[in-house]
RNA sequence: GCCGAAGUGGCGGAAUUGGCAGACGCGCACGACUCAAAAUCGUGUUCCUUCGGGAGUGAGGGUUCGAUUCCCUCCUUCGGCACCA
């Protein structure tokens, strides 16, 4: 009894028994059953009319249907009505996702089948479902943990399987100690990599799993040229899949091992000074040599042991090990040496890669961190360079000078900072030249590499010359000693910091033959000559990895393999689908599936030779579910393949897709990869399963946080159904934010779309009487009728639900003032009743019915045709004409609509307010916006 | 660090192409009805003002007769990625 005061409207309605008050309770579950027993809302295949699959996001059954599911529905819903009474037959489906952990932890803590709570859940949810008054076809739902859903769900991996896109392999994957499962790397979040579930931090284990091979689809998943999705989400998913551009390389290890390579930039070879393998590379223990077979080993337990408690991600300090080990650099036969370290992945690439530490940052910082010799082999491309020069480096009258030949520097106490343009770099040279001190020498940096000594001028253009220069350095300033490579020394200078590194695309330097070619041309060259020689070739590598199926748990559909100590791997036939989920389980956590301490039920036999063989026990990730829902909808219960394919031929694919932004690395993905996979078994048809994807935002709780129990501010749709009724809820739903934005929940905003249904619902009940309307009242009142007709017309087009409503309410203020001007009797106000009512019925279907009936129009307002907006009605034929002076607004004055220019300036120029501005000048310059604007200049 | 989105009254938000900023609603104030309250209806509501006007769409600059809208720089918030070679 928490909204005593505030349900005391409906309990004095109800004692009044007033038919004119608006009771959204009694007339929202008349109008339901009404609907549901004549079946209106069926969509059957119609070859006569245009079809329209609009599809919303299948909810997962938790128990209760929560704002944010009436955020997603309420407005695909109204859209999809709309749809229908535009002559589309809509398909607009639901169903549930109802295998899942959730269902496997209540039966762990209370000690409920899985089933018996699923199944509970989905029975409570569809009367929610329905409370909203949804043109669902319930004939059509589909629920992924029925037997009849996941026999195809199997049939779908058998097929899969059969085309070499399932396979199993032994990989380090992403563990859920607190799910007991393995996840997807989509299903791990955050800088913790945490479960998307249960925020637990997961770790890596070792083990033999299932995977699709997602990555086969990987170029195809770029194109987004059949689909009209947000390009927010297209490029999450190009960020996703991560495509890169390079080339494979083929190194050699002294031994004589090839060691291949994937880089983006081949350009950058001739600077490649050493080799980095990740820790658990192949070639590692051929490679370490006896010396350092105990550090790199260390190293390796290290890694191991980090990736297990997890890496901080505050310690960003470079590690690793030097095997001991060299190669051979292909394109100059240079030995570099080859080291270990944890930030090259074996996952990505070939898991090793060519260090180019003058031109890759994370090269840059292990080079220096170890002394790793760097080479720049690119050009910069802003032509910094810098040159710092002691004052004991040059004898006295240098500053002056250098002053003279207009070089500006800024002075401190140990010498001059100089930065200028590359091309003044030979001047700046000649002039230390002349004043060099015998115990110095200077150095030119950035875009030039030079050093200056009293007898020679040493350019910097190889490793051997590094070492050389470091000497002569050395024996000038003993301090020098410290340093193991030039560019350790020039980096404790933090002057020349942003000059020493960068990975632009310049022109080549110090690249032997290939030196001067330009940056925009080198990679492709590169290539080109790579391929050429046979050491390498133009490749694309991807982010995106292969999707692991493989759960550890009950509540999932069975993944339908046999394992045969003779045939491995065997599919169960498809005459044996599906592989059904035992009853008798036992919940205990273990960390293995529920499914392989069955004390039976894995016992089977080889479908080949008939001997004893066991079933996998691991289930398949519910995300394979979802990936074909939209397929069920069409037959759920067709028992000859996943869908009847004479409903598949009429309805794919899906014209419109709602849901949550959340899944757009996810099911987006996935559904896609399934499509194009079926597609290339002959199963689907197109290159895409769903044509137009809309995203709702979030709404939050009123204290503009994410609605969550623990924090209290959960606002329960049930309760505002009870209080407001459905077609407020749907109303105020659309109205109160951009739909692809969301926002925080309003409590007092509902009061308001209340206030305005009632209103209405007023209004038509007690229509005013017949007056003497003056013919302006009834061309504006319709004039605005045909206005709102083609702006909610486009607005349901283009998902702007918000402003459906606005307009709604905007034109129920002027019909309510047209009726006080008397306009009621006319055809006009008929038709604005009419129109009105029309408009109203996909946003709230329920109370929009009842006036409809009230009206005396034949039932169902839902079965009419949406009406065609006048062009000849929205005409204005006053408007008005808006008169700037100096771009500033002074004036309004009322025109016909068909003014000239010349009119409206001379109208402009007469206006008293105007003429005060003027001031008596006489204006440069009068801009006209025909209809609409004079702006007079001075 | 990289990529992306968004910043408009007290609040949610509106503004077809560069052309009247603040539609519509909430809240608030005042008034009507009422013994009273609720509900309902009406009026007002960006800020400042010497009542002539002036300022104003995160900040600063630019283009333009004219900028919430286009361009540049910066700030804040949110989302994604994060040693991806």
């Not at 083990?207 to 699709?212: A, G, T």
């Not at 297209?234 to 390079?246: A, D, F, Y």
């Not at 350019?459 to 070492?467: A, H, I």
């Not at 020098?480 to 020493?500: C, G, I, N, S, V």
Request: glycine letters at 6%; proline letters at 6%; hydrophobic letters at 35%.
């Amino acid at each position: 009894m928490r909204f005593v005061a505030s349900t005391m409207p409906f309990l004095r309605s109800y004692k009044m028994i007033d038919q004119k008050i608006y009771k959204p309770n009694i007339i929202e579950p008349k109008w339901q059953e009404r609907w549901e027993k004549d079946g209106i809302y069926k969509s059957d295949i119609d070859k006569n009319r245009p079809k329209y699959y609009a599809l919303t996001m299948l909810p997962y059954p938790s128990g209760d249907l929560h704002m944010g599911h009436w955020w997603a529905m309420a407005p695909s819903d109204a859209r999809a009505r709309y749809l229908r009474m535009k002559g589309y037959n809509v398909l607009f489906p639901i169903g549930f996702d109802a295998f899942g952990l959730p269902a496997e932890n209540a039966a762990i803590s209370r000690n409920i089948h899985p089933r018996k709570w699923t199944y509970a859940n989905i029975e409570k949810m569809r009367k929610q479902l329905r409370s909203m008054g949804a043109m669902f076809d319930w004939r059509r739902e589909a629920i992924s943990s029925d037997p009849e859903y996941y026999r195809w769900t199997e049939w779908f991996f058998t097929q899969l399987h059969k085309h070499n896109l399932a396979y199993r392999k032994k990989a380090p994957v992403d563990w859920c100690p607190k799910c007991n499962t393995t996840l997807a790397r989509e299903q791990v979040w955050g800088e913790d990599r945490h479960c998307e579930r249960c925020n637990t931090p997961v770790i890596k284990k070792e083990l033999e799993q299932w995977f699709f091979r997602t990555t086969s689809y990987a170029e195809e998943l770029l194109d987004f040229s059949h689909l009209d999705w947000p390009e927010r989400v297209r490029l999450l998913q190009t960020n996703w899949i991560g495509r890169s551009e390079g080339a494979s390389v083929i190194f050699h290890t002294e031994q004589g091992d090839p060691l291949e390579v994937f880089t983006t930039r081949p350009d950058t070879l001739w600077g490649a000074t050493f080799m980095v393998l990740a820790p658990e590379h192949p070639l590692v223990e051929k490679l370490t040599t006896s010396a350092q077979e105990a550090e790199v080993k260390a190293y390796i337990a290290q890694t191991l042991r980090q990736s297990e408690i997890q890496r901080e991600a505050t310690d960003k300090e470079k590690s690793g090990v030097f095997t001991g080990g060299y190669a051979i650099n292909p394109v100059n036969q240079k030995r570099i040496p080859v080291w270990i370290a944890d930030y090259v992945l074996m996952t990505y690439g070939t898991g090793a890669i060519m260090a180019v530490p003058a031109h890759d940052q994370r090269d840059f910082d292990f080079a220096i961190k170890f002394g790793l010799p760097i080479l720049p082999v690119i050009d910069r491309t802003d032509g910094l360079t810098k040159s710092f020069v002691s004052c004991h480096s040059v004898v006295d009258g240098f500053i002056d000078a250098i002053e003279k030949t207009g070089f500006s520097y800024e002075e401190n106490s140990e010498g001059w900072n100089f930065t200028f343009p590359v091309t003044k770099t030979d001047e700046f040279i000649q002039v230390i030249k002349e004043f060099i001190a015998s115990k110095g020498w200077v150095e030119v940096v950035g875009s030039k590499w030079v050093f200056v000594f009293e007898n020679e001028i040493i350019v910097w253009d190889s490793v051997e010359k590094d070492q050389q220069i470091l000497k002569l350095c050395v024996e000038r300033n003993a301090d020098a000693k410290q340093y193991r490579t030039l560019m350790e020394m020039l980096w404790q200078r933090p002057f020349y910091r942003d000059a020493l590194y960068h990975d632009g695309y310049g022109t080549m330097i110090n690249s032997e033959e290939f030196s001067g070619t330009p940056g925009d041309l080198a990679k492709e060259k590169v290539i080109a000559w790579l391929q050429n020689q046979g050491t390498g070739k133009g490749m694309v590598n991807y982010r995106l990895r292969d999707w692991l199926i493989s759960r550890q748990r009950y509540w999932g559909a069975p993944i339908p393999i046999i394992y045969c100590p003779e045939h491995g791997a065997v599919d169960v036939p498809e005459d044996q689908l599906p592989v059904l989920l035992p009853d008798d389980v036992e919940w205990k956590p273990t960390g293995e599936s529920p499914l392989k301490l069955h004390p039976t039920w894995k016992n089977t036999t080889c479908p080949i030779c008939g001997k004893p063989a066991v079933r996998e026990t691991d289930t398949m990730d519910t995300f394979m579910c979802s990936s074909w829902y939209h397929l069920r909808y069409l037959s759920p219960h067709y028992d000859k393949g996943p869908f009847d394919p004479r409903e598949y031929d009429y309805w794919m694919p899906v014209d419109t897709y709602t849901g949550g932004i959340e899944h757009a690395t996810m099911h987006l993905i996935y559904t896609r990869f399934f499509h194009k996979a079926c597609r290339d078994m002959g199963i689907t048809k197109g290159p895409e399963p769903m044509i137009q994807l809309r995203n709702q935002g979030i709404i939050l709780g009123e204290d503009s946080e994410k609605m969550s129990k623990s924090r209290g501010n959960v606002v329960a749709p049930d309760e505002l159904v009870a209080r407001y009724g459905a077609d407020t809820v749907r109303a105020y739903l659309m109205f109160f934010a951009r739909w692809d934005m969301g926002g925080p929940w309003s409590s007092g905003g509902i009061e308001g779309a209340s206030r305005w249904l009632r209103r209405i619902w007023t209004f038509y009940q007690n229509l005013p009487k017949p007056g003497k309307p003056s013919i302006e009242t009834l061309k504006n009142l319709r004039r605005k009728v045909h206005q709102t007709l083609k702006q909610v017309t486009h607005d349901y087009e283009s998902f702007e639900f918000n402003t459906i409503i606005s307009g709604l309410m905007e034109l129920s203020n002027e019909m309510i003032k047209a009726g006080e001007a008397g306009a009621a009797g006319t055809k006009e106000w008929q038709e604005a009743l009419e129109i009105f009512i029309l408009m109203l019925a996909p946003a709230s279907p329920h109370i929009a019915e009842e006036l409809w009936s009230v009206l005396g129009k034949p039932y169902s307002i839902h079965q009419q045709p949406w009406p065609e907006f006048d062009p000849e009605a929205i005409i204005e034929d006053l408007i008005t004409l808006v008169v700037q002076v100096n771009g500033k607004v002074r004036d309004r004055i009322e025109a016909p609509v068909n003014i000239t220019d010349q009119e409206a300036k001379n109208l402009a120029l007469q206006s008293n307010t105007i003429q005060k501005f003027l001031e008596g000048k006489e204006p440069k310059k009068v801009i006209i916006v025909p209809g609409k604007l004079v702006n007079i200049v001075l």
